[in-house]
């Protein structure tokens, strides 16, 4: 089939054929996966309510690793015009920051 040959029409009808197609065959796969669960949960003798405290557990260690926040930082920084004005290095560059490279200025020179 040479798909440069067909309608937009011809197109489109094959497209929601291939969408139906896919999650027909996604969801027989996802019944076999279940199935196969169950099948080593009895296996090894374990209950559903203990296979949901398993993957309860690895979601909750995964949040707590991603959402973890970062603490304070001391500024690296400083504009010599005006002491203030300081930048810890993290995030996006502050305008005085900006300005100070434009002119010719290196980040070294405004260390703390």
């Known amino acids: 089939m040479k ?15 291939v969408t139906q197609e896919i999650e027909k065959r996604r969801s027989k796969a996802q019944e076999e996966g279940i199935k196969k669960i169950k099948l080593i949960a009895a296996e090894y003798g374990l209950s559903p309510k203990e296979l949901k405290t398993i993957t309860s557990v690895k979601r909750s260690a995964r949040k ?19 002491a203030e004005n300081t930048w810890t290095g993290r ?14 200025g290196q980040l070294e020179q405004i260390a703390i």
């Open 91 to 104: 995030g996006r560059k502050p305008k005085w920051v900006e300005a100070f490279l434009n002119s010719g």
């Open 64 to 82: 707590g690793k991603s959402a973890a926040k970062r603490g304070p930082v001391a500024p690296k920084y400083r504009d010599p015009n005006d």
């Open 3 to 17: 798909l440069s040959d067909l309608s937009l029409n011809e197109l489109e009808g094959i497209q929601k054929k």
